[in-house]
């Protein structure tokens, strides 16, 4: 498992927030956890059309070293928007969990059909 910095979502955020106006602080703590910025990374990841969240997880098993030409698919795992499965074009899933301060921890997983990278 490797932990990398998801430089993408900065750019992202800046593209989803043109031209909107800053949403009103919550009435309650959210359920993720918020970096020191501010910045609940996990929620910003789960809101994102499923292309560009595509493209942030791409990026992030890229800068792991792993092998993958694309993301085809990707899909929460659980209840919070912390853990994801992300499918490279070849077939190999990865677990892409999103920390509170933007990092992503990147491991692979084995199936009957594919071995551990």
């Known amino acids: 498992m490797k932990n990398i910095l998801i430089p993408v979502l900065a750019a992202a955020f800046t593209l989803a927030g043109c031209g909107s106006e800053p949403a009103p602080a919550p009435a309650s703590p959210p359920a993720n956890a918020v970096a020191a910025d ?35 698919s990707s899909e929460r795992q659980g209840d919070t928007g912390s853990v994801w499965r992300a ?19 990147v491991s692979t997983r084995a199936t009957a059909n594919q071995p551990a990278k």
């Open 38 to 72: 501010g910045t609940d990374y996990q929620a910003a990841v789960a809101a994102l059309p499923e292309a560009q969240r595509n493209g942030v997880f791409i990026r992030a098993i890229r800068d792991s070293g792993l092998p993958c030409q694309g993301v085809t």
């Open 87 to 105: 499918r490279c074009d070849d077939g190999v899933d990865h677990i892409i969990s999103i920390e509170a301060d933007g990092n992503a921890k």
